[in-house]
């Protein structure tokens, strides 16, 4: 899909039209169309639904523009008023050295196969930019000032949008502690509960995260892929109470369980989970239009709205956007399938 330039305002414009919005001197999203204009709160978005809060997750807007006032936008046009914020959304905001490789740079040279000489000749020296650009991001997250991490909170809860979760590209074997820690910190200076990162194999990784975690006394939610089995998180929730769970119960799906009994059994260790409709192995683990795959979302989310879970539920958009659509419009087609479900008594 051809990335779409959401962004032509600079920023003070921006911040004036956010606040606009919360003020109520502007014209409503398409989504709130029809509030009363005297009443200000009608004009923030709300998706928590009958005590079950959904969230959306930055990547499903990965086909726009993804700087921190753009999402904060598309999560207003969509409804949301969750984020789970990524690292390459909020560290630019917060001053980060910019990085000269777009995503996924390299795929556009083809399949390693195919690739001529003088291609991977190029890939040798993007690597060696990348090892020097990574060294450059450490030294600045161990110096970083919270300050811009505060006033993108302060930016996003104004306009009615919380910062549940924080999804930094920080967390990994090769990060150094201050790299780990100032993750943490910035999680808190975000508002946010907990971290997300993807469960390392290594063990010695989850017992590091665990005991550093503790100093910020921020949850570590563990996300995981077709890896995912019903004691895949078992020996890191044992190491360490800030040690949790950001189980995708779509790919848990694929990978051939069924994630309501999970939910139900290690709901206490929990931070948030995922929403993605995907079949399962028998039918092909295909990504679909939510209601089209074997995932048991309308299952997962009534359990929540009954049992009173408090975490949260992220909409993270996989399926391929239809031809005339777009992120935002599917994001609001899977909220609307939330509210269809949670709305029923």
Same mark, same amino acid.
């Not at 399949?111 to 650009?133: F, L």
């Not at 044992?238 to 990978?255: C, E, L, R, V, W």
């Not at 709205?305 to 087609?333: C, H, M, W």
């Given at each position: 899909?051809?990335?779409?330039?959401?962004?032509?305002?600079?920023?003070?414009?921006?911040?004036?039209?956010?606040?606009?919005?919360?003020?109520?001197?502007?014209?409503?999203?398409?989504?709130?169309?029809?509030?009363?204009?005297?009443?200000?709160?009608?004009?923030?978005?709300?998706?928590?639904?009958? %005590? @079950?809060? !959904?969230?959306?997750?930055?990547? &499903?807007?990965?086909?726009?523009? +993804?700087?921190?006032?753009? *999402? /904060?936008?598309?999560?207003?046009?969509?409804?949301?008023?969750?984020?789970?914020?990524?690292?390459?959304?909020?560290?630019?905001?917060?001053?980060?050295?910019?990085?000269?490789?777009?995503?996924?740079?390299?795929?556009?040279?083809?399949?390693?196969?195919?690739?001529?000489?003088?291609?991977?000749?190029?890939?040798?020296?993007?690597?060696?930019?990348?090892?020097?650009?990574?060294?450059?991001?450490?030294?600045?997250?161990?110096?970083?000032?919270?300050?811009?991490?505060?006033?993108?909170?302060?930016?996003?809860?104004?306009? %009615? @949008?919380? !910062?549940?979760?924080?999804?930094? &590209?920080?967390?990994?074997?090769? +990060?150094?502690?201050?790299? *780990? /820690?100032?993750?943490?910190?910035?999680?808190?200076?975000?508002?946010?509960?907990?971290?997300?990162?993807?469960?390392?194999?290594?063990?010695?990784?989850?017992?590091?995260?665990?005991?550093?975690?503790?100093?910020?006394?921020?949850?570590?939610?563990?996300?995981?892929?077709?890896?995912?089995?019903?004691?895949?998180?078992?020996?890191?929730?044992?190491?360490?109470?800030?040690?949790?769970?950001?189980?995708?119960?779509?790919?848990?799906?694929?990978?051939?369980?069924?994630?309501?009994?999970?939910?139900?059994?290690?709901?206490?260790?929990?931070?948030?989970?995922?929403?993605?409709?995907?079949?399962?192995?028998?039918?092909?683990?295909?990504?679909?239009?939510?209601?089209?795959?074997?995932?048991?979302?309308?299952?997962?989310?009534?359990?929540?709205?009954?049992?009173?879970?408090?975490?949260?539920?992220?909409?993270?958009?996989?399926?391929?956007?239809?031809?005339?659509?777009?992120?935002?419009?599917?994001?609001?087609?899977?909220?609307?399938?939330?509210?269809?479900?949670?709305?029923?008594?």
């Amino acid at each position: 899909m051809k990335k779409t330039n959401h962004n032509n305002q600079g920023r003070r414009q921006f911040l004036k039209t956010t606040s606009a919005i919360v003020a109520g001197s502007l014209v409503l999203p398409h989504f709130m169309s029809g509030a009363p204009a005297y009443i200000p709160n009608l004009r923030k978005p709300n998706s928590k639904i009958n %005590g @079950v809060q !959904i969230g959306v997750i930055t990547y &499903s807007f990965r086909s726009l523009e +993804n700087d921190a006032e753009s *999402i /904060l936008k598309y999560c207003l046009e969509s409804g949301i008023s969750a984020i789970e914020l990524m690292g390459y959304t909020a560290e630019p905001f917060a001053g980060a050295p910019e990085n000269p490789f777009p995503r996924g740079w390299w795929r556009k040279l083809g399949r390693s196969s195919e690739r001529t000489e003088e291609q991977k000749k190029e890939i040798a020296e993007m690597r060696k930019k990348q090892v020097a650009h990574a060294k450059e991001v450490a030294t600045w997250r161990a110096n970083a000032s919270m300050d811009k991490f505060v006033q993108l909170r302060k930016m996003y809860n104004e306009a %009615g @949008v919380d !910062i549940f979760a924080w999804k930094p &590209s920080a967390l990994g074997a090769k +990060n150094t502690d201050a790299e *780990i /820690l100032y993750a943490f910190k910035a999680a808190k200076a975000l508002g946010a509960s907990h971290v997300t990162v993807e469960l390392p194999d290594d063990s010695a990784q989850t017992m590091r995260l665990g005991r550093l975690a503790k100093k910020y006394k921020i949850k570590i939610g563990y996300h995981g892929h077709l890896q995912q089995t019903p004691t895949w998180w078992d020996e890191s929730l044992q190491q360490s109470k800030f040690n949790a769970m950001n189980p995708d119960i779509g790919h848990y799906t694929a990978a051939g369980f069924d994630p309501i009994p999970l939910l139900k059994e290690k709901n206490k260790y929990i931070q948030s989970i995922h929403l993605k409709d995907r079949q399962n192995k028998k039918n092909g683990q295909k990504n679909l239009p939510w209601g089209e795959g074997d995932t048991p979302i309308r299952e997962a989310l009534m359990l929540i709205r009954k049992e009173k879970y408090k975490f949260p539920a992220t909409i993270e958009l996989e399926y391929q956007i239809p031809e005339g659509s777009d992120a935002i419009k599917e994001v609001q087609n899977c909220l609307e399938y939330c509210k269809n479900t949670l709305g029923k008594v």
